[in-house]
């Protein structure tokens, strides 16, 4: 395996230098309007002893590995003009981020000069709760993960330019069609007294307080074989909880494991030829978590009850208000498979129909606009702008898919909630000025971010603003999470915008993808901001956020012409924080076996019974740090087969029935174990099956060396 493993990587990196030379190699794209090219690279960094990014939670330290996390790229170009394309990057991180986005702007335009570009590439996060974290270049979502961490970056960059490579190395002609369909009992809205804030007449052009549909864009070779797809749904990544420690792509990217699995059955997990790509939409004030939000506060008479309904309290307290997703009785990790499989559904059915075709030309326009004071016109012709950035008081009452603490409450502008940080915040950030309070209100300001700057930058103040044109299908990039109303309004009005300027005609189709690029926090409708639930209060820029976003995009309708050239006015980019960033996390000092033990050696073996599907085996192991290598586009474990008196590879550590769990058993010794198990699925073939562990050891002196340790044989029946 892996020695096939480094067969691979040679032949890709030779097919990338070829394009890289030559970037239309030999095709010949006469026949198809467009130029397809699909890739994965492998984006897992450290899954232990690193805060995991999502829940902004000191506690959640990550211990193991449940599924890896992958980038998927997706490239399209004009056939008769090739250096029109676009480089759609689809993540299996919480969100975009301006460093992150940095770095693998830098690699590719150094690699590819003149076809992949600050304007064409875009970094989407799905959104998921379960990564590795850390990576984000601003101070604010580092505050959890002990500041910036180095290697967490570095593995979504290095996996992100693979997939990217490997894109570029099997562009080909192909052929781009479009359908959506609706896809029920996956998402609820997590705020809904905040929805209900918008007017009632524009409420009720919608069926639903979240948006139930899903759209596809199918790529397909030229003769009509599907090779991937884009798959925009909107679905909060907080399937798996708070207290989940197994780093995991959350529901997309189980959603996207199911999908590439039925295509390509034998094929190892992210090794598969089909890319699929289900990407984040208007997340904002979504849940996976579908039977609601109930108090968990046993002893007490509001036990089991659902949460109140405009605060989501228990007791008047956050802390107890836990939504529930479609498994809650058995387990998180059923709840993501649920929501993953409902995606791989809605996503199998627009598959298997015949969708629109996809004709027109591929464009991309990307600027930069300045937040912090932005002043534009409404349609009314009113002025206003938008404010520094700044944080809310319900901002600390978290949601129902993650409560927050100390007493503080969604849905409450008052600065009386918790009192004792009235005295406490401008100690952490500086007190917000009359100018500030007054453009952030109704807004009580909890953390004036947009004025902190030390020891560098805590939030982002200029942020990226892009579209992609291909044919009639335009893409959003959003640097952040839109709620649903907010979305439904942006769409319409690029939509809009897009006929009346004669860019698109009537079968314009719009979607929003995100949080890309750059990570902005959230953007409510300016009646949720004045609710001042958890998205209001996250709303960095104050009430006119939304308004400016729709402003900036719609501004930049004409540069997706066809005959559009030039670029668009800019403010300056973000300026570069990495190299200013504190890391409080300690490398790995040293790794020793247990007494009388050797590296790899069982301490604890499976069981000699014989197995059937749904049970549980596992193995112990004398472990050392996996942050020793994170065994990038490989594994940590497999679960071998016994096939003809020869050991093949049945399950690797990518597979979402196994897991990975390391433990430091003495910190001063450097002893560790690693736990490998595996639930076996239905349909298992009966015969022999081992545990393979695969580790690399740190000593104090010297340099890491690979091991290899084996379970005993066990049976499946």
């Not at 601003?138 to 500041?147: M, R, S, V």
């Not at 499989?341 to 027109?360: I, Y």
């Not at 980019?573 to 890391?583: F, G, M, V």
């Amino acid at each position: 395996m892996m020695s096939l493993l480094g067969f691979a990587r040679k032949a890709v990196l030779c097919l990338t230098i070829f394009h890289a030379a030559n970037p239309l190699g030999s095709i010949n794209g006469a026949s198809a309007q467009y130029l397809l090219g699909l890739g994965i690279g492998d984006i897992t960094g450290p899954v232990v002893e690193t805060n995991m990014m999502g829940y902004a939670s000191l506690g959640q330290t990550d211990t193991g590995l449940h599924m890896r996390q992958r980038s998927r790229a997706f490239i399209v170009a004009d056939a008769s003009n090739p250096s029109n394309r676009i480089v759609f990057i689809n993540s299996d991180i919480a969100m975009g981020d301006t460093g992150v986005r940095r770095s693998i702007v830098a690699a590719l335009t150094a690699q590819f000069p003149g076809l992949y570009t600050n304007d064409n590439i875009a970094l989407v996060g799905t959104h998921q709760h379960s990564g590795v974290g850390g990576y984000l270049e601003n101070l604010l979502p580092q505050l959890t993960a002990l500041g910036y961490v180095k290697q967490t970056a570095d593995a979504i960059v290095s996996g992100t330019v693979a997939a990217v490579q490997r894109a570029h190395a099997n562009l080909a002609p192909g052929k781009l069609s479009l359908g959506n369909t609706t896809v029920l009992n996956a998402n609820i809205n997590r705020s809904p007294s905040a929805y209900l804030a918008n007017p009632a007449e524009e409420r009720a052009r919608y069926e639903f307080d979240q948006d139930k549909d899903m759209t596809l864009l199918r790529f397909d070779d030229a003769n009509g074989n599907p090779r991937g797809f884009l798959d925009f749904f909107a679905v909060h990544g907080t399937s798996l909880y708070e207290n989940n420690t197994l780093v995991s792509g959350d529901n997309k990217g189980m959603a996207a494991y199911l999908y590439e699995s039925m295509v390509e059955p034998n094929a190892a997990p992210g090794s598969t030829s089909f890319v699929a790509g289900f990407v984040q939409a208007n997340v904002g004030d979504t849940s996976p978590n579908t039977l609601g939000a109930f108090c968990e506060s046993p002893g007490q008479p509001w036990d089991g009850q659902p949460c109140e309904f405009n605060h989501s309290t228990c007791g008047n307290k956050t802390e107890d208000c836990h939504g529930r997703g479609p498994g809650f009785l058995t387990s998180d990790f059923e709840s993501n498979r649920i929501i993953g499989d409902a995606q791989f559904q809605g996503a199998k059915t627009l598959m298997s129909q015949t969708l629109t075709p996809v004709a027109g030309p591929v464009k991309a326009v990307h600027t930069y606009v300045n937040m912090a004071n932005h002043a534009f016109t409404l349609p009314n012709g009113t002025s206003v702008k938008t404010c520094p950035a700044a944080m809310g008081f319900s901002f600390a009452g978290g949601t129902t898919d993650g409560p927050g603490a100390l007493d503080f409450i969604q849905g409450d502008n008052s600065t009386q909630q918790n009192p004792l940080w009235q005295i406490v915040k401008v100690f952490i950030t500086p007190a917000p000025s009359p100018e500030q309070i007054a453009c952030q209100a109704p807004k009580p300001i909890l953390l004036n971010t947009g004025f902190a700057h030390q020891p560098y930058e805590w939030t982002v103040s200029s942020v990226d603003i892009q579209m992609f044109r291909v044919g009639q299908f335009v893409m959003l990039i959003i640097p952040g999470e839109l709620t649903t109303m907010s979305g439904r309004r942006i769409r319409e009005a690029v939509r809009a915008e897009l006929i009346a300027k004669g860019v698109v005609g009537n079968d314009a189709y719009v979607v929003v993808a995100g949080p890309a690029n750059t990570y902005g926090h959230y953007i409510a409708t300016r009646e949720e901001y004045s609710v001042q639930r958890y998205e209001g209060a996250s709303t960095l820029f104050g009430p006119f956020t939304l308004e400016a976003y729709i402003d900036k995009y719609t501004s930049l309708v004409p540069f997706l012409a066809p005959s559009a050239t030039g670029t668009p006015p800019s403010d300056a980019p973000p300026a570069e924080q990495t190299s200013k960033a504190i890391s409080l996390q300690t490398g790995v000092v040293l790794d020793n076996p247990t007494t009388g033990k050797k590296f790899g050696d069982v301490l604890v073996d499976v069981a000699k019974t014989p197995f059937t599907a749904g049970q549980n085996v596992s193995a112990q192991f004398v472990g050392a740090n996996p942050r020793n290598n994170l065994r990038l586009d490989s594994t940590f474990l497999t679960v071998d087969r016994l096939v003809n008196g020869a050991w093949q590879v049945f399950r690797t550590d990518s597979h979402p029935s196994t897991r990975y769990q390391w433990l430091r058993t003495n910190l001063i010794l450097g002893f560790s174990t690693v736990t490998l198990s595996w639930v076996i699925e239905s349909g298992t073939p009966p015969g022999t099956y081992r545990f393979t562990y695969f580790g690399d050891s740190k000593p104090l002196i010297g340099s890491i060396k690979a091991f290899t340790g084996h379970s005993g044989n066990f049976t499946v029946s």
